[in-house]
Antibody, heavy 117, light 106 residues
Framework: QVQLQESGPGLVKPSQTLSLTCTVS??????????WTWIRQPAGKGLEWIGR???????NYNPSLKSRSTISVDTSKNQFSLKLTSVTAADTAIYYC?????????WGQGTLVTVSS | DIQMTQSPSTLSASVGDRVTITCRAS??????LAWYQQKPGKAPKLLIY???TLESGVPSRFSGSGSGTEFTLTISSLQPDDFTSYYC?????????FGQGTKLEI
C-alpha cells in the first residue's frame, strides 16, 4: 500500500518561497498511470487543488495559483515537490500531497505551513 | 472553469437516519466525480469515484449516484462515526475542483 509523507518548513516569511516535498513509499512513483498532486486547506475551510504532475514531467495547475506554483518530480528519490512563490498570509494552510487517477486515492497526513514574519 | 456547488453546507441528522448530500456542476461533467469524508485533523478519505463506484473497504451504507450536472452522496443509515465533513470533487484531463463541503452534525 502506497504511503505519502509531506515535509518542509512549517513557517515561511511573507514574500518568500514555500517549498514542500512529498516522499512516496510502498511503491515506485514511476509505476502506474498516476498523477502526483498537491492540495491545501486553510484552517476551518474547504479543499483547494494546487496542481499535479505526471511522471513524464507534464504538469497542470489551478489557474488561480499557476503564476506562483511549480511542481517537480525526482523519480530517483521517489519524491515530488511544490514551490509556491511570493507567499502571503492567505497561503497559510495545511498542505496535502496525494496520488491521483483523477480521484485522489492516497493522501499524506498533511503539513501545516504558516506564513508570518 | 467548471464550478461545483455542494449543498447543504450543514446537515443535522440522527443516528439511523438516511441522508443525501448534493453536488451540482456548472456544466456537464459526465461521471467524473468523487466523494470524500474528512474527519477533524485528518486527511480526506476517498469514498466514491466515477460518481457511483465504492472505494474498496468503504461501508456499503455509502452510495453515490448521478451524471451530467447533478450528483448525490447517500448514507443509508447514519452511524456515529459518520458525523463529520464531506466533499465532492470533479476531475478532468487538466484540473480538479472541489465542492465547498458539507458538515454532517447530530
Amino acid at each position: 500500500q502506497v504511503q505519502l509523507q509531506e515535509s518542509g518548513p512549517g513557517l515561511v516569511k511573507p514574500s518568500q518561497t514555500l517549498s514542500l516535498t512529498c516522499t512516496v513509499s510502498g511503491g515506485s512513483i514511476s509505476s502506474g498511470s498516476y498523477y502526483w498532486t498537491w492540495i491545501r486547506q486553510p484552517a476551518g475551510k474547504g479543499l483547494e487543488w494546487i496542481g499535479r504532475i505526471y511522471t513524464s514531467g507534464s504538469t497542470n495547475y489551478n489557474p488561480s495559483l499557476k503564476s506562483r506554483s511549480t511542481i517537480s518530480v525526482d523519480t530517483s528519490k521517489n519524491q515530488f515537490s511544490l514551490k509556491l512563490t511570493s507567499v502571503t498570509a492567505a497561503d497559510t494552510a495545511i498542505y496535502y500531497c496525494a496520488r491521483s487517477s483523477g480521484w485522489l486515492d492516497s493522501w499524506g497526513q498533511g503539513t501545516l505551513v504558516t506564513v508570518s514574519s | 472553469d467548471i464550478q461545483m456547488t455542494q449543498s447543504p453546507s450543514t446537515l443535522s441528522a440522527s443516528v439511523g437516519d438516511r441522508v443525501t448530500i448534493t453536488c451540482r456542476a456548472s456544466q456537464s461533467i459526465s461521471s467524473w466525480l468523487a466523494w470524500y469524508q474528512q474527519k477533524p485533523g485528518k486527511a480526506p478519505k476517498l469514498l466514491i469515484y466515477k460518481a457511483s463506484t465504492l472505494e474498496s473497504g468503504v461501508p456499503s451504507r455509502f452510495s453515490g449516484s448521478g451524471s451530467g450536472t447533478e450528483f448525490t452522496l447517500t448514507i443509508s443509515s447514519l452511524q456515529p462515526d459518520d458525523f463529520t465533513s464531506y466533499y465532492c470533487q470533479h476531475y478532468n484531463s487538466y484540473s480538479y475542483t472541489f465542492g465547498q463541503g458539507t458538515k454532517l452534525e447530530i
